[in-house]
């Protein structure tokens, strides 16, 4: 089964660090480009971050960039997500997704199931 | 960056009926754009990508269409388990922007 299952969210305080993982399997991990997408309480969704297959090209949103860095492990089959000086806008549910093809855009197909991200004193 | 506005924002229908919701680019986004599906404390799942190809497993109730900055996703015959918020994207470039969602519920 095509699967991502995220882990590492948890409550943190403003200006702390956080490393949210995902592991994939049932699918070639090292052939697709990956995501991170995060929906604050309440809200829509906001695409975070993307990395290419061999990690080549990496693009973050405004409000992450400096802050967040995207990483991944072929041979581990696992993405990464390092987010340093939080603040409470960054709490919210990421989300790893796949993106259909490596080395173009394209739409996420398969998503993990979340993880929980709380930036409060 | 390229914004997406999705309308209606909310939208109330029966069992049976025929609902489109439509979103627009900001600028072109040559059929950059895929739509999905949310349902509570879920994660979204594609429907439709390249603007109007289903996702395999999505019901054919579902269809997209659009081209330039204006695109669109029909369904056909609301079933009880469409009850949703959908989202569209776009995908032509970073950042890829996602439209407010539109949430739709049972009248």
């Given at each position: 089964e095509v699967q991502l299952v995220e882990s590492g969210g948890g409550l943190v305080k403003p200006g702390g660090s956080l490393r949210l993982s995902c592991a994939a399997s049932g699918f070639t991990?090292?052939?697709?480009?990956?995501?991170?997408?995060?929906?604050?309480?309440g809200k829509g969704l906001e695409w975070v971050s993307s990395i290419s297959s061999s990690s080549s090209y990496i693009y973050y949103a405004d409000s992450v960039k400096g802050r967040f860095t995207i990483s991944r492990d072929n041979a581990k089959n696992s993405l990464y997500l390092q987010m340093n000086s939080l603040r409470a806008e960054d709490t919210a549910v990421y989300y790893c997704a796949r993106a259909r093809r490596d080395g173009?855009?394209?739409?996420?197909?398969i998503w993990g199931q979340g993880t929980m991200v709380t930036v409060s004193s | 960056?390229?914004?997406?506005?999705?309308s209606p924002s909310s939208l109330s229908a029966s069992?049976?009926?025929?609902?489109?919701?439509?979103?627009r680019a900001s600028q072109g986004i040559s059929n950059s754009l895929a739509w999905y599906q949310q349902k509570p404390g879920k994660a979204p799942n594609l429907l439709l990508y390249a603007a109007s190809r289903l996702e395999s497993g999505v019901p054919s109730r579902?269809?997209?269409?659009?081209s330039g900055t204006?695109?669109?996703?029909?369904?056909?015959?609301?079933?009880?388990?469409?009850?949703?918020?959908?989202?569209?994207?776009?995908?032509?470039?970073?950042?890829?922007?996602?439209?407010?969602?539109?949430?739709?519920?049972?009248?």
């Open positions: 991990f090292s052939s697709y480009s990956m995501n991170w997408v995060r929906q604050a309480p173009y855009p394209d739409a996420f197909d | 960056d390229i914004q997406m506005t999705q069992v049976g009926d025929r609902v489109t919701i439509t979103c579902f269809s997209g269409s659009g204006d695109y669109t996703l029909t369904i056909s015959s609301l079933q009880p388990e469409d009850f949703a918020t959908y989202y569209c994207q776009q995908y032509y470039s970073t950042p890829y922007t996602f439209g407010q969602g539109t949430k739709l519920e049972i009248k």
